[in-house]
């Protein structure tokens, strides 16, 4: 069974204050996650230069956490005292995390397709740039000039096969060849950079353990080369994010003591030799920090038994967007039974006029009445975040459920007159 930090009677206390649906967070189980998360590489040496980051967080292995997956900075700021950096990829994240007044090397700008005015912000707040084309070396140092801090994101194409969400490395957008990696090394080089840093990211949700040592196993190779084609040093390398979360029960969470290991006798085997000790280690995912820690309260609305069986709820896509958009499978508890047969199929559905607006297709759960209370799982990545309007749908409240089991208002519903206020009604008619 999957785990859930609450019950019936615990969410009938939070309604008084709070109306469904709205998306909870477990803190506890969050910072404990990044403590562990952290924990299982801590034999990762720190880089050859000192980085220009807050004075606790990790030298050494280091997550930064990707913003896109829960960009809220009361979970920002939990996941940031438990050592985590963030990694950005558009303007509105860099300002949301300067807001929160985190600065420097604490930041990975990993953008692609980027404007100027982006990489501008990002130098302005010192963040480690990684680009994602070799044309952009000249671009960056054009338009706000070459750091002395630069990373570049390495698509390996044939060498590496991709997965179901992210797709083959050869058809995805991101990313250098290994040729002009190169090339856009040595521009940098010859530009004014003078710290490197070498990025992959080519898979999403993947929960074998193994993808992740074959890809530090990858870049490390790299490393080497480019320490003997270029002399040039590179003083980190960046796994990229997509360690994949057990959505379905039957499902096992990705073993970090497992890959530490792996990706330690690679580093030994390939790093070491080569005198290219120490090399940092970082990574930057999303999901995996956030997504088990969150779940969507809704109501059962109305039961409907046409040519199925259905569930409406009073939670749409506007709310979660992964079943209808990827199917992906979330799991539903209806609280209260727990513990009751799951002996009806039916399809969970929300309230918008498109037919993939379900949660849930043909699931098996205990019999829910009217005004039962279900809990979505793993909400707490690309839940709220990929939320959206269409069809005059607003977004629903964020709560965040503290270590002392109180429950704390982190963003308010948002109401008609949101959806109205870009509207230019003064020249009306
Ligand atoms: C989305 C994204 C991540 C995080 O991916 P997760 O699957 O949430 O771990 C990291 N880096 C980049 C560049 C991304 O686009």
Redesign the pocket.
Request: aromatic letters at 4%; glycine letters at 20%.
């Given at each position: 069974m999957k785990h859930i930090p609450f019950d019936k009677a615990f969410i009938e206390g939070v309604v008084k204050d709070h109306p469904t649906p709205f998306h909870i967070y477990d803190e506890s189980a969050m910072r404990e996650h990044a403590r562990r998360f952290h924990a299982a590489f801590d034999w990762v040496p720190a880089s050859v230069n000192t980085p220009d980051q807050s004075p606790d967080a990790p030298a050494g292995f280091r997550n930064f956490f990707?913003v896109?997956?829960l960009p809220n900075p009361h979970v920002m700021e939990a996941l940031h005292e438990e050592g985590m950096g963030f990694?950005c990829?558009s303007y509105a994240e860099l300002v949301l995390v300067e807001k929160l007044g985190v600065r420097g090397e604490d930041i990975m700008f990993?953008s692609n397709d980027t404007p100027a005015k982006e990489y501008a912000k990002a130098r302005d707040l010192g963040a480690i740039i990684n680009l994602d084309d070799v044309s952009h070396v000249d671009y960056l140092a054009r338009e706000v000039g070459m750091p002395e801090l630069i990373c570049m994101r390495y698509n390996p194409g044939p060498l590496k096969e991709g997965n179901v969400i992210i797709g083959n490395p050869e058809e995805a957008k991101?990313g250098f060849t290994r040729e002009q990696l190169l090339e856009g090394y040595r521009k940098a080089r010859d530009l004014g950079a003078r710290r490197f840093g070498l990025h992959t990211?080519v898979a999403?949700?993947e929960l074998n353990p193994d993808y992740f040592v074959e890809t530090a196993q990858l870049l490390f190779d790299l490393v080497v080369e480019l320490k003997e084609k270029l002399d040039i040093r590179i003083e980190f390398v960046n796994l990229?994010?997509?360690?994949g979360i057990p959505y379905r029960p039957d499902q096992k969470a990705v073993d970090y003591e497992y890959v530490s290991r792996g990706i330690r006798a690679a580093y030994e085997k390939v790093i070491t030799p080569a005198g290219l000790d120490p090399l940092r280690i970082v990574m930057?995912?999303?999901?995996?920090v956030t997504g088990p820690y969150g779940w969507l309260v809704t109501r059962v609305l109305h039961r409907k038994d046409t040519y199925k069986k259905y569930l409406g709820l009073d939670a749409n896509m506007a709310h979660l967007m992964r079943p209808g958009m990827y199917g992906a499978y979330h799991h539903i508890t209806v609280l209260g039974k727990e513990n009751g047969p799951a002996t009806e199929t039916c399809d969970v559905t929300g309230s918008l006029c498109e037919n993939n607006d379900k949660f849930a297709i043909d699931r098996e759960l205990p019999p829910a009445e009217v005004g039962d209370y279900l809990a979505i799982h793993d909400t707490g990545?690309?839940g709220h975040a990929m939320g959206f309007n269409y069809n005059g749908k607003t977004r629903s409240a964020e709560l965040l459920l503290r270590p002392d089991r109180s429950v704390k208002l982190i963003r308010r519903a948002e109401t008609v007159e949101d959806l109205f206020r870009t509207i230019v009604w003064d020249n009306l008619g």
């Open positions: 990707a896109k997956a990694d990829s990993t991101y990211m999403s949700n990229g994010g997509g360690i930057e995912n999303g999901r995996v990545a690309h």
